[in-house]
Protein backbone atom coordinates (compact mmCIF):
# COMPACT_ATOMS: atom_id res chain seq x y z
CA UNK A 1 0.00 0.00 0.00
CA UNK A 2 1.24 3.42 -0.73
CA UNK A 3 0.50 6.39 0.76
CA UNK A 4 2.09 9.71 -0.14
CA UNK A 5 1.11 11.89 2.75
CA UNK A 6 1.47 15.71 0.68
CA UNK A 7 -0.31 18.49 3.29
CA UNK A 8 1.16 19.53 6.38
CA UNK A 9 -1.18 21.10 8.80
CA UNK A 10 0.45 23.89 11.42
CA UNK A 11 -1.81 25.23 13.90
CA UNK A 12 -0.61 28.15 14.66
CA UNK A 13 -3.14 30.31 15.83
CA UNK A 14 -1.62 30.14 19.88
CA UNK A 15 -0.99 33.14 21.53
CA UNK A 16 1.88 31.72 23.12
CA UNK A 17 1.43 33.05 27.00
CA UNK A 18 4.11 30.99 28.46
CA UNK A 19 6.22 33.28 26.25
CA UNK A 20 4.72 36.69 27.12
CA UNK A 21 5.87 39.60 27.40
CA UNK A 22 7.41 38.64 24.15
CA UNK A 23 4.74 37.06 22.17
CA UNK A 24 3.02 40.10 23.46
CA UNK A 25 4.97 41.35 19.88
CA UNK A 26 6.31 38.16 18.31
CA UNK A 27 4.42 35.25 17.39
CA UNK A 28 5.89 32.62 19.07
CA UNK A 29 6.50 30.40 15.74
CA UNK A 30 8.83 33.57 14.41
CA UNK A 31 11.12 33.26 17.89
CA UNK A 32 14.35 31.93 16.77
CA UNK A 33 16.31 29.08 17.56
CA UNK A 34 20.04 30.37 16.93
CA UNK A 35 19.47 31.95 13.14
CA UNK A 36 15.84 29.97 12.13
CA UNK A 37 12.54 30.59 13.35
CA UNK A 38 10.77 27.79 14.57
CA UNK A 39 8.19 27.66 12.23
CA UNK A 40 11.08 27.12 9.63
CA UNK A 41 12.58 23.86 11.32
CA UNK A 42 8.59 22.57 11.65
CA UNK A 43 7.99 23.27 7.73
CA UNK A 44 11.83 22.07 6.28
CA UNK A 45 10.66 18.80 8.70
CA UNK A 46 7.74 18.19 6.49
CA UNK A 47 9.34 19.15 3.50
CA UNK A 48 12.00 16.44 4.05
CA UNK A 49 9.32 14.14 4.65
CA UNK A 50 7.76 15.30 1.39
CA UNK A 51 4.87 17.34 1.74
CA UNK A 52 4.39 20.05 -0.75
CA UNK A 53 1.71 22.06 0.43
CA UNK A 54 1.83 23.58 4.01
CA UNK A 55 -1.27 24.62 5.35
CA UNK A 56 -1.07 27.32 8.35
CA UNK A 57 -3.98 27.34 10.76
CA UNK A 58 -3.61 30.84 12.45
CA UNK A 59 -6.03 33.61 13.72
CA UNK A 60 -7.38 37.30 12.20
CA UNK A 61 -4.90 38.86 14.10
CA UNK A 62 -1.42 37.26 13.64
CA UNK A 63 0.41 38.09 10.30
CA UNK A 64 3.68 37.09 10.72
CA UNK A 65 3.47 33.68 9.71
CA UNK A 66 1.84 34.45 6.36
CA UNK A 67 4.64 37.73 6.11
CA UNK A 68 7.41 34.91 7.16
CA UNK A 69 6.94 33.26 3.87
CA UNK A 70 5.43 36.20 1.39
CA UNK A 71 7.76 37.77 -1.12
CA UNK A 72 9.87 40.40 0.73
CA UNK A 73 9.93 42.94 -2.10
CA UNK A 74 11.86 45.56 -0.88
CA UNK A 75 14.34 43.71 1.31
CA UNK A 76 14.76 41.51 -1.90
CA UNK A 77 15.79 44.57 -3.97
CA UNK A 78 18.09 46.44 -1.29
CA UNK A 79 19.79 42.90 -0.53
CA UNK A 80 20.53 42.31 -5.40
CA UNK A 81 21.58 45.65 -5.28
CA UNK A 82 24.19 45.64 -2.31
CA UNK A 83 25.26 42.17 -3.88
CA UNK A 84 24.12 40.60 -0.49
CA UNK A 85 23.60 36.72 -2.76
CA UNK A 86 23.78 34.32 0.19
CA UNK A 87 21.37 36.31 2.58
CA UNK A 88 18.79 36.96 -0.53
CA UNK A 89 19.05 33.37 -1.28
CA UNK A 90 17.66 32.77 2.49
CA UNK A 91 15.15 35.19 2.17
CA UNK A 92 14.07 34.36 -1.45
CA UNK A 93 14.56 30.59 -0.53
CA UNK A 94 12.24 29.32 2.90
CA UNK A 95 10.45 27.30 1.24
CA UNK A 96 11.43 25.81 -2.52
CA UNK A 97 9.54 26.69 -5.74
CA UNK A 98 7.70 23.86 -6.04
CA UNK A 99 6.01 24.02 -2.46
CA UNK A 100 2.99 25.59 -1.01
CA UNK A 101 2.01 27.60 1.42
CA UNK A 102 -1.87 28.40 2.31
CA UNK A 103 -3.30 30.05 5.12
CA UNK A 104 -6.68 29.39 6.92
CA UNK A 105 -8.07 31.16 9.73
CA UNK A 106 -9.59 29.77 12.60
CA UNK A 107 -12.25 31.94 13.59
CA UNK A 108 -12.85 31.14 17.70
CA UNK A 109 -10.33 29.54 19.64
CA UNK A 110 -11.55 26.27 20.33
CA UNK A 111 -8.59 24.34 20.70
CA UNK A 112 -6.64 22.23 18.99
CA UNK A 113 -9.20 19.90 17.22
CA UNK A 114 -11.18 22.44 15.80
CA UNK A 115 -7.60 24.27 14.71
CA UNK A 116 -7.24 21.19 12.58
CA UNK A 117 -10.66 21.05 11.35
CA UNK A 118 -10.41 24.00 10.23
CA UNK A 119 -7.88 22.38 7.79
CA UNK A 120 -10.45 20.11 6.72
CA UNK A 121 -11.69 22.32 3.03
CA UNK A 122 -8.08 22.44 1.31
CA UNK A 123 -6.99 18.73 2.96
CA UNK A 124 -10.17 16.94 1.49
CA UNK A 125 -10.01 13.50 1.50
CA UNK A 126 -6.71 12.17 1.73
CA UNK A 127 -4.09 11.35 4.69
CA UNK A 128 -1.53 14.70 6.15
CA UNK A 129 0.48 15.72 8.55
CA UNK A 130 -0.07 17.63 11.87
CA UNK A 131 2.95 19.82 13.71
CA UNK A 132 3.01 21.29 16.36
CA UNK A 133 5.81 23.75 15.64
CA UNK A 134 6.44 24.02 19.55
CA UNK A 135 8.08 20.22 19.74
CA UNK A 136 11.35 20.69 17.91
CA UNK A 137 12.12 17.56 16.90
CA UNK A 138 15.75 16.45 15.49
CA UNK A 139 17.25 13.45 14.17
CA UNK A 140 21.00 14.15 13.70
CA UNK A 141 21.42 10.44 12.52
CA UNK A 142 19.08 10.56 9.35
CA UNK A 143 15.22 10.98 8.28
CA UNK A 144 12.76 13.34 10.44
CA UNK A 145 10.36 12.16 12.48
CA UNK A 146 7.70 13.26 10.45
CA UNK A 147 9.48 11.11 7.56
CA UNK A 148 9.85 8.31 9.58
CA UNK A 149 6.28 8.36 10.03
CA UNK A 150 5.34 8.87 7.08
CA UNK A 151 7.25 5.92 5.88
CA UNK A 152 5.71 3.97 8.82
CA UNK A 153 2.32 5.14 7.26
CA UNK A 154 3.42 3.88 3.56
CA UNK A 155 4.04 0.08 4.88
CA UNK A 156 1.98 -0.15 7.99
CA UNK A 157 -0.95 1.92 6.88
CA UNK A 158 -3.51 3.73 9.36
CA UNK A 159 -2.27 6.94 10.93
CA UNK A 160 0.43 7.31 13.29
CA UNK A 161 1.10 10.04 16.49
CA UNK A 162 4.77 10.88 17.53
CA UNK A 163 5.00 9.19 21.20
CA UNK A 164 7.97 9.31 23.88
CA UNK A 165 8.21 8.20 27.18
CA UNK A 166 7.67 10.94 29.78
CA UNK A 167 8.33 10.41 33.66
CA UNK A 168 5.21 9.47 35.48
CA UNK A 169 4.79 13.28 36.98
CA UNK A 170 4.56 14.74 33.82
CA UNK A 171 1.16 12.98 32.30
CA UNK A 172 -0.83 15.64 32.94
CA UNK A 173 0.81 17.92 30.23
CA UNK A 174 0.65 15.42 27.23
CA UNK A 175 -1.82 13.07 25.41
CA UNK A 176 -1.29 9.83 27.24
CA UNK A 177 -1.60 6.60 24.95
CA UNK A 178 -1.94 2.99 26.29
CA UNK A 179 -0.54 0.49 23.23
CA UNK A 180 -0.49 -3.10 22.57
CA UNK A 181 2.35 -4.88 20.89
CA UNK A 182 4.28 -2.41 21.21
CA UNK A 183 7.87 -3.45 19.88
CA UNK A 184 9.78 -0.09 21.50
CA UNK A 185 9.25 1.78 18.03
CA UNK A 186 5.48 1.79 17.20
CA UNK A 187 2.23 -0.57 18.37
CA UNK A 188 -1.59 -0.23 17.76
CA UNK A 189 -3.06 2.35 20.50
CA UNK A 190 -5.85 1.00 22.47
CA UNK A 191 -6.67 4.14 24.25
CA UNK A 192 -5.50 7.76 24.55
CA UNK A 193 -6.53 10.23 26.87
CA UNK A 194 -6.14 14.20 27.14
CA UNK A 195 -3.37 15.36 30.25
CA UNK A 196 -4.49 12.50 32.84
CA UNK A 197 -3.32 12.67 36.11
CA UNK A 198 -0.14 10.50 36.77
CA UNK A 199 -2.57 8.33 38.82
CA UNK A 200 -5.17 8.28 36.06
CA UNK A 201 -2.47 7.63 33.33
CA UNK A 202 -3.08 4.66 31.42
CA UNK A 203 1.16 4.63 30.20
CA UNK A 204 3.93 7.20 30.58
CA UNK A 205 4.23 6.95 26.60
CA UNK A 206 3.28 10.77 25.36
CA UNK A 207 1.50 12.33 22.59
CA UNK A 208 3.93 14.51 20.77
CA UNK A 209 3.68 17.10 18.07
CA UNK A 210 3.44 14.99 14.94
CA UNK A 211 0.75 13.08 13.77
CA UNK A 212 -0.03 11.49 9.82
CA UNK A 213 -3.57 11.10 10.08
CA UNK A 214 -6.22 9.49 7.97
CA UNK A 215 -8.74 11.72 6.80
CA UNK A 216 -11.72 10.37 8.46
CA UNK A 217 -10.49 12.64 11.56
CA UNK A 218 -12.41 15.15 10.43
CA UNK A 219 -15.38 13.28 10.64
CA UNK A 220 -15.21 12.91 13.69
CA UNK A 221 -13.56 15.73 15.10
CA UNK A 222 -16.70 17.45 13.92
CA UNK A 223 -18.52 14.76 16.15
CA UNK A 224 -16.31 15.70 18.98
CA UNK A 225 -17.54 18.24 21.81
CA UNK A 226 -15.43 20.18 23.96
CA UNK A 227 -13.19 18.03 26.50
CA UNK A 228 -9.94 18.89 29.36
CA UNK A 229 -9.87 22.69 29.48
CA UNK A 230 -13.12 23.34 27.55
CA UNK A 231 -11.39 22.91 24.35
CA UNK A 232 -11.99 20.89 21.25
CA UNK A 233 -9.26 17.97 21.55
CA UNK A 234 -7.32 16.87 18.67
CA UNK A 235 -7.10 13.62 21.50
CA UNK A 236 -10.44 12.98 21.75
CA UNK A 237 -10.86 13.24 18.11
CA UNK A 238 -8.12 10.37 17.76
CA UNK A 239 -10.29 8.52 20.33
CA UNK A 240 -13.32 8.20 17.77
CA UNK A 241 -10.79 7.35 15.18
CA UNK A 242 -9.45 4.81 16.71
CA UNK A 243 -13.47 2.96 16.39
CA UNK A 244 -13.41 3.28 12.95
CA UNK A 245 -9.15 2.39 11.94
CA UNK A 246 -5.96 1.75 13.39
CA UNK A 247 -3.64 4.64 14.86
CA UNK A 248 -0.41 3.50 15.80
CA UNK A 249 2.12 4.92 18.20
CA UNK A 250 5.46 5.64 16.65
CA UNK A 251 8.51 6.44 18.46
CA UNK A 252 10.54 8.31 16.67
CA UNK A 253 14.09 8.26 16.35
CA UNK A 254 15.89 11.72 17.53
CA UNK A 255 14.86 14.01 20.55
CA UNK A 256 12.43 16.14 20.67
CA UNK A 257 13.15 20.21 22.33
CA UNK A 258 10.33 21.28 23.70
CA UNK A 259 10.15 24.85 22.85
CA UNK A 260 6.93 26.32 24.51
CA UNK A 261 8.78 26.07 27.91
CA UNK A 262 11.57 28.41 28.40
CA UNK A 263 14.28 25.28 29.66
CA UNK A 264 13.40 23.43 26.26
CA UNK A 265 14.13 26.64 24.42
CA UNK A 266 17.38 27.04 26.30
CA UNK A 267 18.21 23.37 25.48
CA UNK A 268 17.56 23.89 21.89
CA UNK A 269 19.56 27.06 21.69
CA UNK A 270 22.64 25.56 23.22
CA UNK A 271 22.08 22.49 20.67
CA UNK A 272 21.72 24.19 17.52
CA UNK A 273 24.59 26.60 18.34
CA UNK A 274 27.07 23.79 19.17
CA UNK A 275 26.31 22.54 15.56
CA UNK A 276 26.34 25.36 14.00
CA UNK A 277 30.01 24.80 11.81
CA UNK A 278 30.78 28.68 12.20
CA UNK A 279 29.45 29.40 16.08
CA UNK A 280 30.43 25.71 17.91
CA UNK A 281 33.71 26.73 18.97
CA UNK A 282 32.69 30.42 20.12
CA UNK A 283 29.59 28.90 21.44
CA UNK A 284 31.36 26.29 23.55
CA UNK A 285 33.81 28.79 24.96
CA UNK A 286 30.76 31.20 25.93
CA UNK A 287 29.32 28.67 27.51
CA UNK A 288 32.13 27.35 29.23
CA UNK A 289 32.79 30.71 30.69
CA UNK A 290 29.04 31.35 31.83
CA UNK A 291 29.26 27.65 33.63
CA UNK A 292 33.12 28.51 35.40
CA UNK A 293 31.07 31.81 36.53
CA UNK A 294 28.95 30.15 38.43
CA UNK A 295 30.85 27.33 39.81
CA UNK A 296 32.98 30.10 41.37
CA UNK A 297 29.88 32.23 42.43
CA UNK A 298 30.07 35.09 40.53
CA UNK A 299 28.23 37.31 39.22
C1 LIG B 1 -0.98 19.25 22.61
C2 LIG B 1 -1.86 17.99 22.60
C3 LIG B 1 -1.26 16.93 23.51
C4 LIG B 1 0.17 16.63 23.10
C5 LIG B 1 1.00 17.94 23.09
C6 LIG B 1 2.38 17.68 22.49
O1 LIG B 1 -1.05 19.82 23.91
O2 LIG B 1 -3.17 18.33 23.00
O3 LIG B 1 -2.02 15.74 23.41
O4 LIG B 1 0.74 15.71 24.00
O5 LIG B 1 0.36 18.94 22.28
O6 LIG B 1 3.18 18.83 22.52
P1 LIG B 1 -0.56 21.33 24.23
O7 LIG B 1 0.92 21.25 24.44
O8 LIG B 1 -0.92 22.16 23.04
O9 LIG B 1 -1.29 21.72 25.47
Known amino acids: MTVRVRKAVFPVAGLGTRFLPATKVVAKEMLPIVDRPLIQYAVDEAIEA????????????????????????????????????ELLELVRHVVPANVRTIFVTQPEALGLGHAVLCARPVVGDEPFAVILPDDLLWNKQGRGALGQMVDHVASHGGSAIAVENVSADKTGSYGIVDVEHFDDRAGKIRSIVEKPKPEEAPSTLAVVGRYVLDAAIFDCLDKTRPGAGGEIQLTDGIARLMGES??????????????????????????????????????????????????????
Open 246 to 299: VVNAYRFAGRRFDCGSHLGFVEATVRFALENEKLRDSAAAVMQAALDDLRAGAR
Open 50 to 85: GCDTLIFVTNRYKHAVADYFDKAYELEHKLEAAGKT
